[in-house]
């Protein structure tokens, strides 16, 4: 089995002191590896849940990796990873971006210490203020015809405009490293307003949190991804916009009640990109 390190992850654990990072191989599937402490043992258990819940209707499984258990690897000191879906398998030219759902990224009965951490990050970008905030995002700039992916301090800086501006820039097609030039939008209706775009998919979603009881997603993301090899050859409709819901180590059960937190911030986000969607030439100030 061949692994290699993902080319396109732009958020999340890396490989660092000698600890293992994520891995794929070249048969669409994507190692993560186990942590440690109890989140990784919880992500275990959130999967072998989801994967057999029949009360989860089809249509919403798809915004979920495939889950295709856990599996020692060689090469990562025999590492236990959980082997999922690979979502960028299928993408050349894939622009992808992590947003970080609701406006508390703690969880009940986490320790007063994480609390704290998760305090400090979340009152400090647009977690409190917009329900979310952009983890990290990497886009392929069609006049340098290569991938840029901005510093994470410079995203956990952002303002709400910030934020919508950086909402902008992931569906634009001109030079995304100069951070002071007005994103032109250029693919804001194929990716976000498509039949099956974003916002569409966003909506799907949303209707599904506004009933379900089952589990409760603290600081879980979202991932939009879409393709830009289509677009480089003069087709928009074929972008393929794409998204999943990733990073479920402290989905705790719902017992029968609704998630607000992160229902809260999805409602939010979609407000976002439809604002977007009904004034595509509008900038905003970072």
Not at 253 to 280: A, E, K, M, T, Y
Request: charged letters at 25%; glycine letters at 8%; proline letters at 4%.
């Amino acid at each position: 089995m061949q692994l290699k390190v993902p080319e396109h992850q732009v958020a999340g654990h890396i490989a660092k002191d000698g600890k293992p990072g994520p891995l794929v191989d070249d048969k669409g599937r994507f190692f993560k590896p186990l942590q440690g402490d109890s989140r990784g043992e919880n992500e275990v258990k959130f999967y072998e849940s989801f994967s057999t819940n029949t009360e989860v209707p089809d249509h919403i499984r798809r915004y979920f990796p495939a889950y295709h258990g856990t599996q020692a690897v060689e090469g990562s000191d025999g590492a236990a990873m959980i082997v999922l879906e690979n979502l960028l398998a299928d993408y050349s030219k894939p622009s992808v971006m992590d947003v970080k759902m609701g406006s508390r990224t703690w969880y009940p009965d986490a320790s007063e210490e994480y609390i704290q951490k998760c305090l400090k990050k979340d009152t400090g970008t647009t977690t409190v203020s917009s329900g979310f905030r952009i983890s990290g995002f990497e886009v392929y700039d069609h006049k340098e015809l290569s991938f840029w992916k901005p510093e994470r301090k410079l995203l956990r800086g952002l303002t709400v405009d910030g934020a919508r501006l950086t909402l902008r820039k992931f569906v634009s097609s001109n030079s995304l490293s100069d951070m002071g030039s007005k994103p032109d939008s250029a693919f804001v209706s194929s990716v976000y307003g498509s039949s099956k775009g974003v916002l569409t998919q966003l909506l799907e979603l949303k209707a599904w949190f506004e009933n379900q009881t089952l589990y409760h997603f603290n600081s879980c993301s979202i991932l939009m991804v879409y393709e830009n090899e289509s677009i480089l050859k003069g087709n928009d409709d074929d972008a393929r916009p794409q998204v999943k819901l990733v990073d479920f180590a402290h989905v705790l059960d719902g017992n029968g009640v609704i998630d607000h937190n992160f229902l809260g911030g999805l409602c939010s986000f979609i407000n976002f990109i439809r604002d977007i969607l009904q004034s595509p030439d509008e900038s905003a100030e970072s």
